[in-house]
């Protein structure tokens, strides 16, 4: 069955750089779109960063471009959020998900990152 694994969170200081990691298993990773979701408690999930099948194509949530980076490595069958110069607006927990008719299908557990001094 589908399976994705987060992981890479942490606590780290504002300023500071975090790399996430989605393991995905059980199914046709490279024929599909991913995303990065990020979720507070209380609030809607957001989506962050949106990524093609061939890795070719991006697109960012306005408050995190020029700072984040979503990859893939479909020969890994893994997904990446690069995430520098971290704010504490940051905080969340971070979830990726497949994308099918442009809505978000399989999620992982999500991975939580803590932005704080």
């Known amino acids: 069955q589908v399976q994705l694994v987060e992981s890479g969170g942490g606590l780290v200081q504002p300023g500071g750089s975090l790399r996430l990691s989605c393991a995905a298993s059980?199914?046709?990773?490279?024929?599909?779109?991913m995303r990065w979701y990020r979720q507070v408690p209380g609030k809607e999930r957001e989506l962050v960063a949106t990524?093609?099948?061939?890795?070719?194509?991006?697109w960012y949530v306005e408050s995190v471009k020029g700072r984040f980076t979503i990859s893939r490595d479909n020969a890994k069958n893994s997904l990446y959020l690069q995430m520098n110069n971290l704010k504490p607006d940051d905080t969340a927990v971070y979830y990726c998900?497949?994308?099918?008719?442009?809505?978000?299908?399989?999620w992982g557990q999500g991975t939580q990152v803590t932005v704080s001094s």
């Open positions: 059980g199914f046709s990773f490279s024929s599909y779109f």
């Open positions: 990524i093609s099948r061939e890795g070719d194509s991006t």
């Open positions: 998900a497949t994308l099918v008719l442009s809505r978000p299908r399989d």
